[in-house]
């Protein structure tokens, strides 16, 4: 049973940054797609990044230049790197995961089956 548990989120400041992990058990990394999305009330959940088993990474358009992914094999982590903050980038944030890599590109929720709990991360203005 894969189990996904995110950290690092809280309240910070426009413009400011804020690391998020992901800390995964029963996982390959070798042959998983991670990602993360966020979702705000009354919305869908939308891709944020993603990184896959050759470490090719994608970014939504929105965070693109500003958030960065990368996994650490050792410590069976995935991390975000949120940079430049923005009141828009306020939401919960999830930790995804599922097996290939051939769909990890496209940032779709759908891909995806197992799921962390989230972690908030709140953006003032």
């Known amino acids: 049973q894969v189990t996904l548990a995110e950290s690092g989120g809280g309240s910070v400041e426009a413009g400011g940054s804020l690391r998020l992990s992901c800390a995964a058990s029963q996982i390959t990394y070798g042959s998983y797609c991670m990602a993360w999305f966020r979702q705000v009330p009354g919305k869908e959940r939308e891709g944020v990044a993603s990184?896959?088993?050759?470490?090719?990474?994608h970014y939504g358009d929105a965070v693109k230049g500003r958030f960065s992914i990368s996994r650490d094999i050792g410590r069976n982590t995935l991390d975000l790197q949120l940079d430049s903050l923005q009141a828009e980038d306020s939401a919960m944030y999830y930790c995804a995961a599922d097996r290939g890599t051939y769909y990890c590109y496209a940032l779709n929720r759908h891909d995806f089956n197992y799921w962390g709990q989230g972690t908030q991360v709140t953006v003032s203005s």
């Open positions: 990184i896959d088993n050759y470490g090719n990474t």
